[in-house]
C-alpha cells in the first residue's frame, strides 16, 4: 500500500527515507510530550493547590487569632464599662443617702420652727390678751395711751 507521498509501504523506507522516519517519530515524540507535560502540569497544579491550600489556612488563622484578640478587647471594654457603672451605683447611692440625712435633718428644723412659730403665737395671743384685759379692768387711761404710743411707734418703724 503506497504512502501519501507515493513511496511504497515497506519497513525498510523509514530508514531509506529519513524525512519519513521524522514524520513517524514525531506523533509519538507528541503523544509523549504532552503525557510528560501533563504529569509536570499535574505535579505543580498539586504544588499550586497545596500552595494555595496552605495560604487559605494560614490567613484562616491570622482571621481566627484577630476575632480572638478582638473578642478579648470587647470583653475588656465591657469589663471597663460595667465596673465604671458599679462605680457610679456605689457614689449614686452614696450621694442619695446623704442626701436623705440632709432632708431628714432640714425636715425636723423645719417641724420644730413650725413648733415654735405655733408656740410664739399662742404666746403673742394670750399676751395680747392679757394687755386687753389689763386696759379694761385699768382705772387710769395711761395704759391705752401706752398702748397708742407704742402702736404708733411700731408705725414709725
Known amino acids: 500500500m503506497p504512502n ?3 513511496t511504497p509501504n515497506c519497513p525498510f523506507n ?3 527515507n529519513p524525512l519519513l522516519n521524522f514524520q513517524n517519530i514525531a ?3 507528541q503523544e509523549f510530550n504532552p503525557q510528560c507535560s501533563s504529569f509536570s502540569n499535574n505535579s505543580t497544579s498539586d504544588e499550586a493547590d497545596e500552595q494555595q491550600h496552605s495560604l487559605i489556612n494560614e490567613r484562616k488563622q491570622r482571621r481566627m487569632i484577630s476575632n480572638r484578640e478582638s473578642a478579648r478587647r470587647s470583653r475588656m471594654r465591657k469589663q471597663k464599662h460595667l465596673d465604671e457603672l458599679w462605680s457610679q451605683v456605689v457614689w449614686l447611692r452614696n450621694e442619695n ?3 436623705l440625712d440632709k432632708l431628714n435633718h432640714v425636715s ?9 412659730n405655733a408656740q410664739l403665737k399662742e404666746e ?3 399676751l395680747r390678751q392679757m394687755l386687753s384685759d389689763m386696759q ?3 382705772p387710769y387711761s395711761t395704759l391705752r395711751d401706752l398702748e397708742d404710743i407704742q402702736c404708733n411707734t411700731d ?3
Open 27 to 29: 506523533p509519538q515524540t
Open 124 to 126: 403673742a395671743i394670750e
Open 4 to 6: 501519501q507521498d507515493n
Open 136 to 138: 379694761l379692768k385699768s
Open 155 to 157: 408705725l414709725l418703724n
Open 108 to 116: 425636723e428644723n423645719h417641724d420644730r420652727v413650725l413648733q415654735e
Open 14 to 16: 523509514r530508514f531509506l
Open 97 to 99: 443617702h446623704q442626701l
